[in-house]
C-alpha cells in the first residue's frame, strides 16, 4: 500500500502511460488538423449527446458519471475547444481584444465550478468516507483548502490581452503570460481537487489528465498550455462518459482512503497558490502594472522564448 494510492502493478503503470500518450496523440491530432479538431469536437460530442451519454452518464447511474457536475464539465470543456478553434482559425476574430477575454473566462469557469464541487463535498459532512451519488469521497477541512486555492489559482491569471495565434502551420493559441509558475500551481490544486473529490478515480483523472497536457505544454507547443489542457479534458471526460466502467472495474486504482494524505495533499495545493499569489502580487506592486491590461511577465526570459517560437 502506498501513501496516495493502493499501487498498482505492473499493468497498472502501462495503463496509466498508455493513457497519457494516447491523450496526447489525440491532442496533437486536433491541434495539428482543422479536420481533426472538427471530428473530435464537434461531431463526436454531437453522436454522444444523442445515441450513448442518455444511456452511459444517466442520473443515478452506479459509475457516478450522471452527475451535474460531469455533464456541466463536459460541455464547458467543449465550449473551451470550440472557442479556441474560432480564435485560431479565424484571424479577424483573435484581432478583436473583447475575443481574448473568452479564454480567461472559459478557464477561470472550470476552476469555479471545480471549486464549489469542493466546497459541496465538505457539506455532506462525510467525515468518515461515504459512497455519495456513487463515488467515494471524504469530507474534511481539506476541501476548504483547496477550494482556497482554487479561487487564488483565478485571481493569478494574468496577460490574457496578450494571447494570439501562432505564424506557423498549427496556428496555436499562445498565451505567453501564462508561465510554468502557474502551470505548477494549476496542476497541483486539480490535482488536489479530483484526490478530494472523484478519489477512487483520481489515479487518471488526476495524475494522467494532467500530465497529458503538462508534458506537451514544455516540451512540444510552449506557450499553448490552456489549448491542451482543454483538448486533453475534453476528451478524457468524454471517454469516462462513454465508458463509465474504466476506472472503476477495467482498471481500478483506489486511493489508501487516509485522511493525512487528503489533508497533505491539500495543504501543499494551497501553500503553492499563496506563495504564487504573494509573489505576483507583489510584482504587480514594485512594477505598478495593471493586472486588468499589462502582461505580468513580460520582461522574464520565459516569456521571451515563448515569443521568439512562435513568430
Same mark, same amino acid.
Given at each position: =500500500?502506498? /501513501?496516495? !494510492?493502493?499501487?498498482?502493478? @505492473?499493468?497498472?503503470?502501462?495503463? *496509466?502511460? #498508455?493513457?497519457?500518450?494516447? &491523450?496526447?496523440?489525440?491532442?496533437?491530432?486536433?491541434?495539428?488538423?482543422?479536420?481533426?479538431?472538427?471530428?473530435?469536437?464537434?461531431?463526436?460530442?454531437?453522436?454522444?449527446?444523442?445515441?450513448?451519454?442518455?444511456?452511459?452518464?444517466?442520473?443515478?447511474?452506479?459509475?457516478?458519471?450522471?452527475?451535474?457536475?460531469?455533464?456541466?464539465?463536459?460541455?464547458?470543456?467543449?465550449?473551451?475547444?470550440?472557442?479556441? =478553434?474560432? /480564435?485560431? !482559425?479565424?484571424p479577424?476574430? @483573435?484581432?478583436?481584444?473583447?475575443v *481574448?477575454? #473568452?479564454?480567461?473566462?472559459? &478557464?477561470?469557469?472550470?476552476?469555479?465550478?471545480?471549486?464549489?464541487?469542493?466546497?459541496?463535498?465538505?457539506?455532506?459532512?462525510?467525515?468518515?468516507?461515504?459512497?455519495?451519488?456513487?463515488?467515494?469521497?471524504m469530507?474534511?477541512?481539506?476541501?476548504?483548502?483547496?477550494?482556497?486555492?482554487?479561487?487564488?489559482?483565478?485571481?493569478?491569471?494574468?496577460?490574457?490581452?496578450?494571447?494570439?495565434?501562432?505564424?506557423?502551420?498549427?496556428?496555436?493559441?499562445?498565451?505567453?503570460?501564462?508561465?510554468?509558475?502557474?502551470?505548477?500551481?494549476?496542476?497541483?490544486?486539480?490535482?488536489?481537487?479530483?484526490?478530494?473529490?472523484?478519489?477512487?478515480?483520481?489515479?487518471?483523472?488526476?495524475?494522467a489528465?494532467?500530465?497529458?497536457c503538462?508534458?506537451?505544454?514544455?516540451?512540444?507547443?510552449r506557450?499553448?498550455?490552456?489549448?491542451?489542457?482543454?483538448?486533453?479534458?475534453?476528451?478524457?471526460?468524454?471517454?469516462?462518459?462513454?465508458?463509465?466502467q474504466?476506472?472503476?472495474?477495467?482498471?481500478?486504482?483506489?486511493?489508501?482512503?487516509?485522511?493525512?494524505?487528503?489533508f497533505?495533499?491539500?495543504?501543499?495545493?494551497?501553500?503553492?497558490?499563496?506563495?504564487?499569489a504573494?509573489?505576483?502580487?507583489?510584482?504587480?506592486?514594485?512594477k505598478?502594472?495593471?493586472?486588468?491590461?499589462?502582461?505580468?511577465?513580460?520582461?522574464?526570459?520565459?516569456?521571451?522564448?515563448?515569443?521568439?517560437?512562435?513568430?
Amino acid at each position: =500500500m502506498g /501513501i496516495l !494510492y493502493n499501487v498498482p502493478n @505492473a499493468t497498472g503503470w502501462a495503463i *496509466l502511460i #498508455f493513457t497519457i500518450f494516447t &491523450l496526447m496523440a489525440f491532442n496533437e491530432l486536433g491541434r495539428v488538423t482543422k479536420w481533426g479538431g472538427i471530428v473530435l469536437f464537434l461531431i463526436l460530442p454531437i453522436i454522444l449527446t444523442i445515441f450513448v451519454w442518455p444511456t452511459t452518464a444517466a442520473p443515478g447511474n452506479e459509475y457516478g458519471t450522471g452527475n451535474w457536475f460531469n455533464w456541466v464539465k463536459t460541455y464547458s470543456a467543449l465550449a473551451g475547444c470550440l472557442g479556441f =478553434m474560432a /480564435i485560431r !482559425y479565424f484571424p479577424k476574430l @483573435a484581432q478583436k481584444k473583447w475575443v *481574448l477575454h #473568452f479564454p480567461p473566462a472559459i &478557464l477561470a469557469l472550470n476552476i469555479f465550478e471545480a471549486c464549489l464541487r469542493d466546497f459541496q463535498c465538505f457539506t455532506y459532512g462525510a467525515w468518515n468516507g461515504a459512497v455519495i451519488d456513487n463515488l467515494w469521497l471524504m469530507s474534511g477541512p481539506w476541501n476548504i483548502m483547496n477550494g482556497i486555492a482554487g479561487l487564488l489559482n483565478i485571481l493569478t491569471l494574468c496577460g490574457w490581452l496578450g494571447i494570439y495565434v501562432s505564424k506557423d502551420k498549427t496556428r496555436d493559441m499562445i498565451w505567453p503570460d501564462m508561465i510554468w509558475a502557474w502551470i505548477i500551481a494549476y496542476d497541483v490544486w486539480n490535482f488536489a481537487y479530483t484526490y478530494n473529490c472523484i478519489a477512487d478515480h483520481s489515479f487518471y483523472a488526476g495524475v494522467a489528465l494532467l500530465a497529458s497536457c503538462t508534458i506537451p505544454a514544455f516540451f512540444i507547443k510552449r506557450g499553448a498550455w490552456l489549448q491542451h489542457r482543454a483538448a486533453t479534458l475534453a476528451l478524457w471526460i468524454m471517454f469516462v462518459m462513454t465508458i463509465p466502467q474504466f476506472a472503476d472495474k477495467i482498471a481500478p486504482v483506489p486511493t489508501t482512503h487516509n485522511p493525512r494524505a487528503f489533508f497533505i495533499v491539500s495543504l501543499i495545493s494551497l501553500i503553492v497558490n499563496i506563495a504564487l499569489a504573494v509573489y505576483q502580487f507583489n510584482r504587480i506592486r514594485k512594477k505598478k502594472l495593471n493586472p486588468l491590461k499589462d502582461e505580468i511577465y513580460a520582461d522574464t526570459d520565459t516569456y521571451k522564448k515563448i515569443i521568439a517560437e512562435n513568430e
